[in-house]
């Protein structure tokens, strides 16, 4: 359970870009009846995107799973025609014969219209599928769209004893300019050699702070210096007078 403090902090930074981190409540109680996942590091809220019609109202969605990173623009993922489909993945690197689930382009309007995601806690139910990515593989079948690899690259594949294929290093280092790159395990294991760098990719991504991340994206930034400091004690998020003394006093670091 996030706190509210917490999305008022975010969302601070992110109207910036025109952007917001919506807190949509989920009731556990609904997946009462469902089994525990069979990954220890999964919990039943893992159902929950399941309930993605219902929460959100766009014709499309691109669902991300956890230790997941976005690199580049998705403006060409997004233009994809998916109304022919009710999904698109990425075929699972360890399980080739199924799609990895952890990045999906959802097309909303055909899960909507077709009552999707009751259906899938219902499966989840009778046939005690307790992988949620096989439940999505075994309920759509041949009818899932196929991405491109940059979509999900499943870099951080095994645990510290995993031994490096000669197939994953052919698929490592031959799928060029990965656009969402997907850390799946506790060990985010990554070669040391590898030639994107990805091990420093994400603790570049994990130390950023969201106001580095803001001032990198607004345009014609300039860096503002300032008369004093001054530091403002609050006894909870919104506090609409401080914000008001803030834009007063242009030359003070808050």
């Known amino acids: ?15 910036k870009i025109n ?7 989920i009731d556990l109680n609904r997946f009462n009846e469902l089994p525990e996942l069979k990954n220890a590091n ?5 159902y929950g995107k399941f309930l ?5 109202n766009e014709d499309k969605v691109l669902y991300l799973g956890n230790n997941t990173i976005i690199d580049q623009n998705l403006d060409n993922l997004f233009a994809i025609d998916i109304k022919d489909k009710p999904l698109y993945a990425t075929v699972d690197f360890v399980h080739p014969d199924k799609f990895n689930m952890n990045v999906m382009l959802i097309n909303n309007i055909y899960w909507r219209n077709n009552n999707i995601g009751n259906q899938f806690l219902e499966l989840g139910k009778n046939y005690d599928l307790i992988d949620d990515q096989a439940m999505i593989n075994d309920g759509f079948g041949i009818n899932i769209g196929k991405l491109p690899e940059i979509y999900n690259y499943q870099i951080g594949i095994g645990n510290p004893n995993f031994e490096l294929t000669n197939s994953y290093l052919y698929y490592e280092d031959t799928v060029a300019g990965p656009v969402i790159i997907q850390y799946p395990t506790g060990s985010r294991l990554i070669r040391e050699n590898s030639p994107k760098n990805l091990s420093k990719k994400w603790w570049n991504y994990h130390g950023s702070e969201w106001s580095e991340v803001i001032a ?7 860096d503002k210096k300032f008369d004093k400091e001054a530091i403002i004690f ?10 008001e003394l803030i834009k007063r006093l242009p030359n003070i670091h808050f």
Not at 1 to 15: A, G, P, Q, R, T
Not at 42 to 46: C, D, H, L
């Open 234 to 243: 609050l006894n909870y998020a919104e506090n609409h007078g401080a914000e």
């Open 19 to 25: 952007s917001e981190i919506i807190d949509e409540k």
């Open 1 to 15: 359970d996030i706190s509210h403090e917490w999305f008022v902090n975010i969302n601070y930074f992110l109207k």
């Open 52 to 56: 993605i019609p219902e929460l959100i």
């Open 42 to 46: 999964k919990s039943k809220i893992e």
């Open 216 to 222: 990198h994206l607004s345009p014609n930034r300039i």
